[in-house]
């Protein structure tokens, strides 16, 4: 009975802050559908109306944020007035997400509209939610509505792969994912890289095992459980925007080693040319930011360190 209490209150200490968080966001869900009753809200879950109930919640995760991980935002003025793409690393769990989330409402009283991957549309019991935080599939006409509508878009192109395989290398792991700069390209907007110092440090997964690689490969469907949740020094870095420009000749594609079947195609050059500068912004916030490996213990410290990094 010893060795058992022991062996369960280990497995409570690891997953305990990964299962509150979880529920924290459907108590979010709650709340707004208690809101939704209350005042009998029937308008659309993108319009103001429900930016009264949008301000309570991201207040919530803001103050949640600024005592567990003493959450700190940097770069919020390379942010454009208009529409955008952005582009981060996902972590174990996406919590400095939600944290970015919120106060860049609470800050700028603006949405950034969200590219899930399916599974979290299967989640039960979150549908609300979504909707008034603005996650989508993101098709690429969902997200070219969006910013033919102003508002800025986000996506990790590791989505969850990178969540699950990913380690505290903090390696990328895109692929060859390039639809988020043909949007924007279709869209004549710019991409703007953010990063999340720490966020494998807070929140880990364990060593992957080629069962659950090869799991995942077939069903798409995140069957390892993430860990950790220590109170590790967050900040969130916003680069620079990388801006929009058509003009893209073949000798800078070959300068940077890209290879298209048609060098002479310049939509097929501009696509090569954006996404990769993306995913070197990128892995420069990454280099500059973040000791690698990471390091729990150096983490940890950080929260005691007033200095900006």
Known sequence: MVIISLTICAILVVFIV??????????????LLI????????????SEVWDGARKTIASFWDIYARIWHGYELHGVENLPEGPGILVYYHGA?????LYFLSRLFLWKKRLCLSVADHFVFRLPGLKLLLEVTGVMPGTREECLIALKNGHLVSISPGGVREA??????????????????QVALDAKVPIIPMYTQ????????????????QLYENTRLPFTPPYGGLPVKFRTYIGEPIPYDP??????LVEKRLHCSSLHNQVCKSNFLFSFQTKTAVQALISKHQTIPGSIWKALLERFDKRRK
């Open 18 to 31: 990964p299962l509150t968080i979880l529920f924290f966001i459907y108590l979010s869900n709650i709340l």
């Open 35 to 46: 809101y939704q009753r209350n005042s009998e809200v029937k308008a659309d879950p993108l």
């Open 93 to 97: 769990i996406p919590i400095d997400y």
């Open 164 to 181: 699950l395989f990913s380690d505290e290398s903090y390696q990328l792991m895109w692929g060859n994912r390039k639809g988020f700069a």
């Open 198 to 213: 720490n966020v494998r440090e807070g929140y880990r997964m364990f060593k992957e095992r080629r069962f659950f690689r």
């Open 247 to 252: 003009n893209i000749t073949t000798e800078e």
